[in-house]
């Protein structure tokens, strides 16, 4: 039993160590709560001496009961054991789905296990799941725990609130998961001191003041190269886009970018890689400044229709552009675009195997983009006065609805109007045959290497949630993509020889 003030916690008495319960709670209450004394002190209220006393001795397995003597609230919350046993060993072996099918079924994940599983507004990882109702998608949000001082979550924008929870669902897991390593510490050494290590400087670094040398000491954790099939050691800062690098290991700026979860590492790397194509694909075609074909919506597809015709009522015509580049997987980029006197474009991308599903993925995403700038602005408007400023002072550019904000202007519509081709419209097609996501992973890594690119990945699973759920997390490093940043200074396009730069005016990816 704690205190707390007045609140009164009981167990876990198995199952859960309290240390990694305390620790829980404490996260989810924000950084700025210390975290390094169990003994918080409080008192009881005499009047719940008995109560206390019963519940003191129920067997809370994996349970805390929560007491708030103040207000007479009686609440439990499972709570997980983050030292717990690793999971089992992935076998080395096929990984089978239905003919062309991206992801194996699993059972654990429907929308009742997830939120049994993940959600506790005491103890996270995630603290609540939410709903926005005015936009032409249903669209829910995951909180994640405050574990830094920026609020995280997961989103998902689909046809129904309960499948958008299911996503938001899984991509708050993998944001929970990429965001720091939750099993045992690198090492810290410099990439001269390393064998078998992935060179800093395949990675694309800043284009200003970056403080990479060969000597300079850090973190690394193990990945595994599927291109030369042994292990190599990777910078925990590129690993890891939130992780707690000290200041004077830090020499680039990292983001979730090939981030990706499955139910088997095999379909987290592929997932991973998708997104790695999709950043690249959408950087390559900005910064060489390459006209892109319009792409045909499918006569058939009933969600692609809707929202069209919803952006048309707000002034935009939507447009799907092809930009697979080199790397194979069909990349599409969508543009919202107007010639009122209204925020004038706003792009969004995505890469699939199935060119259908990365159309779809690029039209949810910037159709949600277009409905909710106006609650961005109404939310901070200061930052949209300053918007021109931006247009004059790109290191002004810092955040992520900066990059989208100054690219909405009028004035900016000359940096992109080499986007959309003149060439007719074409269809985008692919015959997915595959029945074994490992032959698909060995197909994709086999035709990079034959690019002179090597695939790489990490194992950012957290085992709690590979334990309960069979979700497993990757981060996808595929050295001379364009890696996605947001802040114009954090733009990392030195040292890749894929990229000759035509301009280098804030990208507008959302």
Partial sequence: MRLDGSLVLIGPTSGTCVACAEDARLAALGPEVPRDNLNTGGLIAPAFTPLIEVLAK?????????????????????????????????????????????????????????????????HGPIIGTFRTGHLPLAMMSAELVRDFATPEAGYGRTYTFEEAERVA????????????????????????????????????LPDVGHRYTPDL??????????????????????????????????????????????????????????????????????????????????????????????????????????????????????????????PRAFFAAGANPDPHKAML???????????????????????????????????????????????????????????????DPVELTAKLEHTDLRDLLGHHTEHLRNLGLELIAVDQSDPVIVNKLGLHSAKVIVPGTVPMTFGHRNRRTTGLPRLTPAHLHPHPFP
Avoid at 105 to 121: F, I, Q, S, W, Y
């Fill in 58 to 122: 129920q067997d809370c397995e994996d349970t805390v009961i929560a007491v708030r003597t103040d207000l007479g609230v009686v609440a439990t919350h499972h709570v997980n054991d983050s030292c717990g046993p690793p999971p089992e060993e992935t076998a080395n072996g096929p990984v089978p789905v239905e003919k062309g099918a991206l992801r194996q079924p699993n059972e654990k994940t429907t929308v009742e296990g997830l939120k049994a599983a993940l959600v506790d507004r005491r």
């Fill in 217 to 342: 000491k850090m973190r690394w954790v193990e990945g595994w190269s599927y291109t030369h099939n042994r292990p190599i050691a990777v910078p925990e800062q590129v690993a890891y886009w939130a992780t707690r690098t000290p200041p004077t290991q830090r020499f680039l700026y990292e983001t979730s970018n090939g981030c990706g979860l499955g139910n088997s590492l095999t379909e987290a790397v592929l997932h991973g890689l998708f997104e790695v194509a999709e950043r690249d694909a959408f950087l390559m075609a900005w910064y060489g400044k390459t006209p892109l074909t319009r792409l045909k919506t499918p006569d058939s597809d009933p969600v692609l229709p809707h929202l069209r015709d919803r952006l048309e009522e707000l002034g935009y015509e939507l447009l799907f552009l092809d930009a697979t580049n080199d790397i194979g997987i069909p990349a599409v980029l969508s543009l919202a675009r107007t010639d009122r006197d209204l």
């Fill in 169 to 204: 669902l899984f991509e708050a897991v993998e944001r929970h998961n990429g965001m720091r390593p939750r099993t045992k510490p690198g090492i810290e050494a410099s990439y001269a001191q390393l064998q078998h290590a992935l060179d800093p400087e395949r990675l694309g």
């Fill in 361 to 423: 993925s690029a039209a949810a995403e910037v159709v949600v983009d277009v409905e909710t700038m106006a609650d961005r602005v109404r939310a901070n408007p200061e930052q949209y006065r300053r918007t021109r400023e931006l247009l004059e002072n790109p290191g002004l550019v810092r955040t992520m609805d900066d990059h989208v904000a100054v690219n909405t202007l009028p004035e900016a519509q000359a940096r992109h109007a080499f986007l959309v081709s003149d060439n």
